[in-house]
């Protein structure tokens, strides 16, 4: 990975053909269009995820680029403006990248584009309507291949062209404003793989023509206002059913046992009733995440977990289930999170469910379990990876005996401070979510680089996770509570809120100054994110109310769990030797890292007592 700022002049070469500067986070500068004037071979220029500055006004260089067929600008750092102005653009351009770059129209020189077929114009500020001729981007499908990838997702479009992309194989338009019925059109698309319009205001029915494409992969409708019923006749191609939180009635729908290939289904927070057929059974060798949470589902558990070689995740809270718990789960050995709470389930503590040695949140609160708490005695150790377990509101009676909680040995790893103390968390009436790997991923590394005060890593994951270039810094100071100059700042004990007058005052004229940031910022945000930074307040609440006291230390051991998870998660990608080492390198860096910072610490806190 290469740093510092890029000198674009000595790469003004007219025999030059392909510039390559991408995912090096870390390289600035500027550059000035008219360096690319005596690029005139230049065919791919690739400069994503890095920490450029300044403007590039997008007519003048595609007009100077005039055999330009590859452009991805994609969070590289660089605004993106176009005066709209019709100049030469090369027809023969393929793919074209700016996403994260503060673009705010659609701009007219793509209508030039006819063998166009990667747009990902994701992350910006265009706002309205898309244009009519956009359809003509890509040209006719039939003449040549036609645009196949199209990405615009958040933004704050209201409302779309009528589409004659048939050739698209994914299409992304999640996170706008968009309102008004499906769009017809996109049933024609007989190449479509991967649709994504969730979190708009989409309404009316879903057309059973789109949910029964052959080639559908992955379908996404989550978080509008679409109701009715969901369609019979749905493909059996799809590896992903999401139609979360809408108001979609009916009964589960029968054809959903034959997708054979399914991997994960949401249809959670919606008004779906009757009972959970047997026939799900048969999607338990296949299933990863199954979500009929929030719904009016009744009747009992079906016992069809014998085969579920793969399932991840269960959630089925908040219906009206009844009976016991399916003794068949005892054979989900991947299980990870199993929700079961606010329901009418009944019958004793599943003491059997301590065999599952991955799972990691059990939530049987708010039902009508009764009789003892207890773990088997045959079992060596018990729900040894829990971390989250709600019982409450329920009929249990007994004791609590200390050897219950000897056995969850991943809550005492993970609540252990320096000094050996273990602490108790109480998450009460909360919600459970199965992070996407990314988001997760994206996530820890945003908190390791904030406890660190690491500005580019956590400019670098604000973006990742949607905050956008123009308020990744405001991103940041909602998540600590402190300003930009004091997120940056490596002293240790810089995200330290003292708790006093001062800082209410100052985090009171944040507040009231940046308002409609905050409101942009927060509709931009994916919405586990949002339920993220309600945990987050909640936690710190806590904190606060516990220690009495600024806990400089409860950010140590963030960075240090977040940093865990990371090295986990390249470990996992690591294939050789080679890149094992270097990992592990890494690992002994940040534990040495953290160390020091804890020393400081105690250095610090020393001097404090000292003074008093």
């Not at 053909?17 to 005596?38: A, K």
């Not at 230049?42 to 403007?55: R, V």
């Not at 290939?261 to 919606?270: A, I, K, V």
């Not at 004091?486 to 004229?509: F, K, T, W, Y």
Request: net charge negative; hydrophobic share 40%; with cysteine.
């Amino acid at each position: 990975m290469f740093s510092g700022n890029v000198p674009f002049e000595s790469f003004a070469l007219p025999s030059l053909q392909l510039l390559d500067l991408s995912n090096n986070n870390q390289l600035g500068g500027q550059i000035d269009v008219q360096t690319f004037r005596q690029l005139t071979n230049l065919t791919a220029l690739y400069l994503s995820f890095n920490n450029f500055s300044g403007e590039l006004e997008l007519d003048t260089l595609l007009s100077s680029l005039t055999n330009l067929e590859f452009l991805d600008l994609s969070y590289s750092g660089f605004s993106v403006t176009t005066k709209n102005a019709y100049h030469y653009v090369n027809p023969g351009f393929w793919l074209l990248k700016l996403a994260s770059c503060k673009l705010k129209v659609f701009p007219k020189s793509f209508r030039a584009m006819k063998q166009l077929q990667d747009l990902d114009l994701s992350s910006n500020e265009i706002h309205g309507q898309i244009p009519h001729w956009a359809g003509e981007i890509g040209g006719t499908y039939g003449l040549g291949f036609g645009l196949q990838y199209l990405n615009l997702s958040h933004n704050f479009i209201t409302g779309l062209p009528q589409f004659q992309w048939y050739g698209l194989s994914d299409l992304y338009l999640q996170s706008n404003l968009i309102q008004g019925p499906f769009p017809l059109s996109i049933c024609n698309m007989s190449n479509l793989s991967n649709l994504d319009m969730s979190n708009n205001s989409f309404g009316e029915v879903i057309p059973e023509c789109v949910i029964s494409i052959n080639t559908l992969s992955t379908i996404d409708l989550g978080t509008n206002n679409f109701h009715g019923t969901i369609p019979k006749n749905i493909s059996s191609s799809l590896q992903v059913l999401n139609v979360k939180s809408n108001k979609i009635v009916g009964l589960f729908p029968r054809s959903v046992c034959n997708m054979s290939n399914l991997q994960s289904l949401d249809m959670s927070s919606n008004s779906i009733g009757g009972v959970i057929p047997e026939c799900v059974g048969s999607l338990m060798t296949t299933l990863s995440v199954i979500d009929l949470g929030t719904n009016n589902f009744h009747g009992t558990i079906p016992n069809v977990f014998n085969e579920c070689r793969y399932l991840d995740g269960l959630i089925l809270n908040g219906n009206q289930l009844e009976g016991e718990v399916p003794h068949s789960l005892s054979k989900c050995q991947y299980l990870r999170v199993l929700d079961l709470g606010n329901n009418k389930l009944s019958g004793t503590f599943p003491e059997w469910l301590g065999g599952l040695s991955k799972l990691q949140v059990l939530v049987l609160k708010s039902n009508n379990f009764h009789g003892p708490i207890e773990t088997s005695t045959a079992m060596e150790l018990p729900f040894y990876s829990l971390q989250v377990l709600d019982l409450s509101h329920n009929w249990f009676v007994g004791k609590l005996t200390g050897i219950c909680f000897q056995n969850f040995k991943a809550m005492q790893n993970m609540l252990f401070t320096g000094r050996r103390k273990p602490q108790l968390v109480l998450l009460d009436h909360g919600l459970y979510k199965v992070l996407d790997n990314s988001i997760r991923t994206s996530y820890a590394a945003l908190w390791k680089a904030l406890v660190l005060a690491d500005a580019n890593g956590i400019k670098e994951n604000c973006l990742k996770l949607g905050a956008g270039e123009d308020l990744y810094a405001l991103f940041a100071g909602i998540l600590t509570m402190r300003p930009w100059n004091r997120v940056i700042d490596p002293a240790v004990d810089h995200l330290a809120i003292q708790g006093n007058a001062s800082d209410h005052s100052e985090l009171q004229m944040y507040a009231s100054l940046y308002i409609p940031q905050i409101t942009e910022l927060l509709h931009k945000l994916p919405h586990v994110i949002l339920l993220m930074l309600k945990t987050n307040d909640c936690l710190r609440s806590v904190n606060n109310l516990l220690i009495k006291r600024p806990s400089v230390e409860s950010f140590i051991i963030i960075g240090r769990v977040s940093s865990e998870a990371l090295i986990e998660e390249k470990l996992s990608h690591a294939k050789s030797l080679f890149s094992l080492l270097h990992v592990w390198l890494e690992e002994i860096s940040l534990e040495v890292r953290f160390l020091i910072m804890q020393v400081a610490l105690w250095i610090l806190q020393f001097h404090t007592a000292l003074a008093l």
